[in-house]
């Protein structure tokens, strides 16, 4: 955590210690962002977004954050407010959205498939999306989500226990639609 | 359906890959933020410069105000005004005349009737073009405050 943050600080000045960082941290913004947002385009848009934000607003980081939370933490947030923002400009704006084309993953006959639970999350409102999608496609920790959302594990527990609630009974209702 | 959330986690989750686009937004990133921390740099080094000098002048006008002036007159060509040095009339008391109990006068009035009231220095200036010029110049018994008044040209 201690050489993360000396990394974070030195790569303003220090282009090896940037690209470090770079590389470390953009697969994760950018398979979050494909996680939550289907159009090619958009999802480009908020990962650069998320990271011009970053690389301008560092010295916050190092000055606010940097005891607080890790440095992945601060970028998810960073993400989890541009995607919040998108969707209130989606729902303002009424975009038309394209469906953008992945490698589908077909679930298996014991468990679920990706496909049905991010259709599934639709039915719930944005920022419950970002939870489940931090949680379950980018496999985070209560601690992380908590350093994420400013809050305690035990508050990020009971918040997803109740997404998990609503995300369960839509789930439920569509697997019995298919057996029956 | 109770074990969701452990359905979840084992859940396969499909990876988006975008070499080129992570590339872009590496050469986009690095033209707005290395370049310009060049300009940057050199303007941060400008200013730096100013500053020492600007302290430099500072020190030197509280340390040793001539050469503040003097680069004062230098930078901005003007003269300094010489104030001429006028007759020093501190030794009043010895000028007989300047006093009541003069022997021309001793003759008409009883000195010791009178009581001093103000004491005034004039000054006569004359001048082949502007013609001449008096100042009377008014002293303060306490010693508070002294003024001149204009009287004639």
Same mark, same amino acid.
């Given at each position: 955590?201690?050489?993360?943050?000396?990394?974070?600080?030195?790569?303003?000045? &220090?282009? !090896?210690?940037?690209?470090?960082?770079?590389?470390?941290?953009?697969?994760?913004?950018?398979?979050?962002?494909?996680?939550?947002?289907?159009?090619?385009?958009?999802?480009?848009?908020?990962? !650069? @977004?998320?990271?011009?934000?970053?690389?301008?607003?560092?010295?916050?980081?190092?000055?606010?954050?940097?005891?607080?939370?890790?440095?992945?933490?601060?970028?998810?947030?960073?993400?989890?407010?541009?995607? @919040?923002?998108?969707?209130?400009?989606?729902?303002?704006?009424?975009?038309?959205?394209?469906?953008?084309?992945?490698?589908?993953?077909?679930?298996?006959?014991?468990?679920?498939?990706?496909?049905?639970?991010?259709?599934?999350?639709?039915?719930?409102?944005?920022?419950?999306?970002?939870?489940?999608?931090?949680?379950?496609?980018?496999?985070?920790?209560?601690?992380?989500?908590?350093?994420?959302?400013?809050?305690?594990?035990?508050? *990020?527990?009971?918040?997803?226990?109740?997404? *998990? @609630?609503?995300?369960?009974?839509?789930? @439920?209702?569509?697997?019995? &639609?298919?057996? !029956? | 359906?109770?074990? $969701?959330?452990?359905?979840?986690?084992?859940?396969?989750?499909?990876?988006?890959? #975008?070499?080129?686009?992570?590339?872009?937004?590496?050469?986009?990133?690095? #033209?707005?933020?290395?370049?310009?921390?060049? /300009?940057?740099?050199?303007?941060?080094?400008?200013?730096?410069? +100013?500053?020492?000098?600007?302290?430099?002048?500072?020190?030197?006008?509280?340390?040793?105000?001539?050469? +503040?002036?003097?680069?004062?007159?230098? +930078?901005?060509?003007?003269?300094?005004?010489?104030?001429?040095?006028? =007759?020093?009339?501190?030794?009043?008391?010895?000028?007989?005349?300047? %006093?009541?109990?003069?022997?021309?006068? %001793?003759?008409? $009035?009883?000195?010791?009737?009178?009581?001093? #009231?103000?004491?005034?220095?004039?000054?006569?200036?004359? %001048?082949?073009? =502007? /013609? /001449?010029?008096?100042?009377?110049?008014?002293? #303060?018994?306490? /010693?508070?405050? =002294? %003024?001149?008044?204009?009287?004639?040209?």
């Amino acid at each position: 955590m201690d050489q993360e943050r000396k990394r974070v600080i030195r790569a303003k000045q &220090d282009l !090896s210690e940037f690209d470090y960082l770079y590389r470390k941290y953009f697969p994760m913004i950018n398979n979050f962002a494909f996680h939550r947002v289907n159009n090619e385009s958009d999802r480009r848009e908020i990962v !650069s @977004n998320v990271f011009f934000k970053a690389m301008k607003k560092i010295s916050l980081f190092q000055y606010l954050d940097s005891r607080r939370c890790s440095f992945s933490a601060w970028l998810y947030r960073i993400a989890v407010n541009e995607i @919040n923002q998108y969707y209130r400009n989606q729902k303002r704006g009424d975009k038309l959205v394209e469906i953008y084309q992945f490698n589908q993953v077909e679930g298996t006959e014991m468990g679920i498939s990706y496909d049905l639970v991010k259709q599934k999350l639709e039915e719930i409102p944005p920022d419950e999306r970002n939870l489940v999608a931090l949680k379950y496609f980018e496999k985070l920790s209560y601690k992380e989500l908590g350093e994420i959302y400013k809050k305690s594990e035990g508050a *990020m527990k009971v918040k997803l226990h109740r997404i *998990m @609630n609503k995300l369960r009974e839509s789930i @439920n209702k569509e697997i019995d &639609d298919e057996r !029956s | 359906m109770k074990g $969701l959330e452990i359905k979840l986690e084992e859940m396969k989750v499909p990876v988006c890959e #975008d070499e080129q686009f992570a590339y872009r937004l590496r050469r986009n990133l690095l #033209d707005r933020y290395y370049k310009s921390a060049n /300009g940057y740099r050199f303007k941060f080094r400008a200013v730096l410069a +100013a500053c020492c000098l600007l302290l430099v002048f500072g020190c030197i006008t509280i340390i040793k105000p001539d050469v +503040a002036l003097k680069i004062n007159n230098l +930078a901005f060509h003007e003269e300094k005004k010489i104030i001429p040095a006028e =007759q020093d009339v501190s030794n009043l008391e010895n000028l007989s005349y300047t %006093s009541i109990f003069n022997p021309h006068l %001793s003759n008409e $009035l009883d000195p010791d009737k009178f009581q001093e #009231d103000k004491t005034y220095l004039v000054r006569k200036y004359v %001048s082949s073009e =502007q /013609g /001449g010029l008096m100042i009377v110049s008014e002293f #303060d018994r306490n /010693g508070k405050k =002294q %003024s001149a008044k204009r009287i004639s040209f």
